[in-house]
């Protein structure tokens, strides 16, 4: 049967993204996008999208009205669909069993529950969240439960996309992941899956494996890509040590085809909402599973990130005499990483706390994410927020430099060089700047991975 309806359950950055692809590619399915908050919503229907992310807008103001839509979640919008896509939020569980570690699925099983209650039969329901694995089972389980007249087909289409590349990762996949039951209901549904992705996505580009491949590589993607950034980092920490540079060393072995380039830039850490929830979900996994040296293994990649974090923050404070109290430090960026307004787990929070324990007064800003950033350091004293760089570098001792914005580039770096305190100092957590004509207008400079590049 020919798909018409689609409902998305879950208006997040994945959510909301896939989706307005999904519509803008098909202009015959109506896609339907549900969500709990009413808020969110609302967003959604104006031009202040809740995600910020580049040709986002475009794509929705082309579909929205048309075939795409945003709506509080409803019986209705659920028994209207032929196919339902869960993407609601599994972030990391903080209570009771498994707690810092395992995934938190009380969001994606009261979705699944809700779901029951209302879809038509036969529906096909596709989990999009990244999940542990094997939770394409449960969910089948949860719906086919004793109920021989209401059956679901579950698939699982695990999202790859980026921040702040989403439209391009959607609208040109590496790949797509189909992963269906071992069943000639789930290998019609993962057909049917296939052939609307297929009207945008090359053919070669789909690969349909059996569902619980298709959830572990999720996980395994991200912690395959989280490890490298920690590797890097590790090399990073030699490199501070025996005056090789970082930067020369990523270029050096990823000409290597074999290592590849990208996930090479060393920094002050991986943040977003993903890698560290998904390895910690797959340490517990394994531990569950009881593969203890497995799950130390990708420990160490988390371990390694928090020890990058905090060895940029020791770095700040022996650079400034051992001492921030009472100093102005501009924090420039606090998202994750450039284009996009996300906070989740970004390391720019966890140096900016450890700065006010030491008591330095900070002032935020970031092009995008100050709003998240707000909410985020909402309580604590001694922090202030300024969506203008050059005000809010304005009599300060240091600038720490915690995401890569293409316009911290473009600054008059000269005309904040005047406006600081002296000696005047630069942290680039990201490697950003051109630490050379920094250092020639009188900073000084600390790099990552990197000499520093001192006047004293
Ligand atoms: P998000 O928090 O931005 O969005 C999830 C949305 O689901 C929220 O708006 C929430 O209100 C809604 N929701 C929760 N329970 C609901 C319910 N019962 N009914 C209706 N709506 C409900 O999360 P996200 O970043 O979009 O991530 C969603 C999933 O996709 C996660 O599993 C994540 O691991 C995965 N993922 C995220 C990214 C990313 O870049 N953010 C990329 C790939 C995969
Ligand atoms: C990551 C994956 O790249 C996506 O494929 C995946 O779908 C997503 O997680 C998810 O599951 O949520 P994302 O977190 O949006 O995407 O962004 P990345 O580009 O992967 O960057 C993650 C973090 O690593 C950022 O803080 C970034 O600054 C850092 N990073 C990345 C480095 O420090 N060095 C690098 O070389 C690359």
């Known amino acids: 049967m ?30 339907k996008v549900v969500d709990l908050m009413d808020s969110k919503i609302k967003a959604w229907n104006s031009d202040n999208l809740p ?44 209570y009771g069993e498994g707690a810092g570690m395992a995934s938190d699925l009380q969001y994606w099983e009261s979705s699944t529950r809700t779901i029951l209650a209302h879809a038509r039969p036969g529906t096909i329901i596709v989990e999009k969240s990244t999940v542990p694995v094997k939770t394409a089972e449960a969910i089948s ?51 049917t899956l296939v052939d609307i992705y297929a009207r945008w996505v090359p053919r070669d580009k789909l690969l349909v494996t059996n569902v619980w491949s298709s959830e572990l590589s999720k996980l395994s993607a991200n912690a395959f890509l989280a490890q490298r950034v920690s590797s890097i980092n590790a090399m990073s920490a030699i490199c501070e040590k025996t005056d090789a540079d970082v930067g020369e060393i990523s270029r050096a072995i990823g000409m290597d085809n074999r290592i590849g380039s990208r996930f090479l830039e060393a920094g002050v850490g991986f943040g977003g909402s993903c890698f560290r929830k998904d390895i910690l979900n797959m340490v517990y996994i394994c531990r569950s599973l009881g593969l203890d040296e497995v799950a ?40 994750f990483k450039p284009d996009t307004n996300d906070t989740r787990d ?14 330095a007064h900070l002032v935020i800003t970031d092009p995008k994410a100050l709003g998240h950033a707000q909410q985020d350091m909402e309580g604590f004293p001694g922090v202030s927020f300024e969506p203008d ?3 809010a570098a304005h009599n300060a001792h240091a600038i720490a430099l915690m995401t890569h914005w293409k316009e911290y ?36 400079v600390v790099p990552i991975g990197k000499k520093a590049l001192l006047h004293y």
């Not at 590496?174 to 019609?188: A, F, T, V």
């Not at 770095?315 to 420039?332: G, L, R």
């Not at 970004?346 to 008591?359: D, G, I, R, Y």
């Not at 000269?414 to 680039?428: G, N, Q, R, W």
């Open 389 to 391: 760089p050059y005000q």
């Open 346 to 359: 970004t390391p720019a929070l966890k140096v900016a706390l450890k700065l006010l324990e030491e008591k």
């Open 51 to 94: 995600v910020f992310e580049p040709g986002l807008l475009e794509v929705v103001q082309r579909a929205r009205g048309r075939n795409l839509f945003f709506e509080v979640i409803t019986p209705e919008a659920i028994a209207q669909a032929d196919m339902i896509f869960i993407s609601v939020n599994t972030p990391t569980k903080e």
């Open 296 to 335: 130390h293994y990708w420990q160490q990649v988390v371990e390694l990130n928090d020890y990058q974090t905090h060895r940029f923050f020791r770095q700040m404070v022996s650079t400034m005499f051992n001492t921030v109290a009472a100093k102005k430090i501009a924090m420039f960026g606090f998202a």
């Open 141 to 191: 389980r949860i719906l086919n439960y004793n109920n021989q007249a209401k059956r679901f087909p579950v698939l699982s289409n695990p999202e790859f996309l980026a921040e702040g590349t989403a439209i391009r990762d959607l609208e040109n996949p590496d790949r797509l992941l189909i992963g269906h039951e071992l069943n000639p209901e789930g290998e019609s549904a993962a057909k």
């Open 2 to 31: 020919p798909v018409k309806n689609i409902l998305c359950v879950g208006a997040g950055y994945v959510g909301g993204p896939t989706m307005a692809v999904l519509a803008d590619q098909c202009p015959d399915i109506q896609v």
């Open 409 to 444: 580039r473009e600054l008059d770096w000269e005309k904040i060089y005047h406006s600081m305190l002296k000696p005047a100092t630069v942290f680039d957590g990201r490697n950003w700047l051109n630490h050379k004509a920094l250092f020639e207008i009188g900073f000084n």
